[in-house]
T-cell receptor, first 113, second 116 residues
């Protein structure tokens, strides 16, 4: 069975500071990894995804993530955050492209001026 | 990009009544759709996989007789919450894979159900 653990439930950070949101997964088969962002009372928006190839994945809004198979991690990073990045971030895993997603618990990113 | 819509966006109903939520893929066909439930300040939990032309596949612990899923066409899946109770109040979200090798899934905006 697959599972996803997001190690931080809340991450407060000041504007223009770097941020890392941590995600670890477990899976017995090949994995496809995703990061989604959810703004209040809205649906999910895809930030980035890892399907294969380069382990460093760049997404929208300046975010990037690195797939580390040995550490079973897929941490999300941004070198300089903005107030508008305040949202809930979800890491998710699937065992096939377009298959059902298993989500982590979510990390609330709060960017303060 | 592809869009998935949900209707209604929010609904309030009395305990014991049934509520139907629609999920539509607007510019692509989806033989499979997924239904998730999200309680306040919590993650999305997969409820079931909706399959066009066949029965839905429910996750462990989800009552299939309570949450009826019908995948009527290649662009429409419906979730009916039967005999709703206050504990069913939640945010229901559907998604549909793009069907391409991109691995992209498109999420609907969600439906907030409040059962009084």
């Amino acid at each position: 069975a697959q599972s996803v653990t997001q190690l931080d439930s809340q991450v407060p950070v000041f504007e223009e500071a770097p941020v890392e949101l941590r995600c670890n997964y477990s899976s017995s088969v090949s994995v496809y990894l995703f990061w989604y962002v959810q703004y209040p009372n809205q649906g999910l928006q895809l930030l980035l995804k890892y399907l294969s190839g380069s382990t460093l994945v760049k997404g929208i809004n300046g975010f990037e993530a690195e797939f580390n198979k040995s550490q079973t991690s897929f941490h999300l990073r941004k070198p300089s955050v903005h107030i508008s990045d305040t949202a809930e971030y979800f890491c998710a895993v699937s065992d096939n492209q377009g298959g059902k997603l298993i989500f982590g618990q979510g990390t609330e990113l709060s960017v303060k001026p | 990009g592809a869009v998935v819509s949900q209707h209604p966006s929010w609904v309030i109903c009395k305990s014991g009544t049934s509520v139907k939520i629609e999920c539509r893929s607007l510019d692509f066909q989806a033989t499979t759709m997924f239904w998730y439930r999200q309680f306040p300040k919590q993650s999305l939990m997969l409820m079931a996989t909706s399959n066009e032309g066949s029965k839905a596949t429910y996750e462990q612990g989800v009552e299939k007789d309570k949450f009826l899923i019908n995948h009527a066409s290649l662009t429409l899946s419906t979730l009916t919450v039967t005999s709703a109770h206050p504990e069913d109040s939640s945010f229901y979200i559907c998604s549909a894979p793009s069907g391409t090798a991109s691995g992209t899934q498109y999420f609907g905006p969600g439906t907030r159900l409040t059962v009084l």
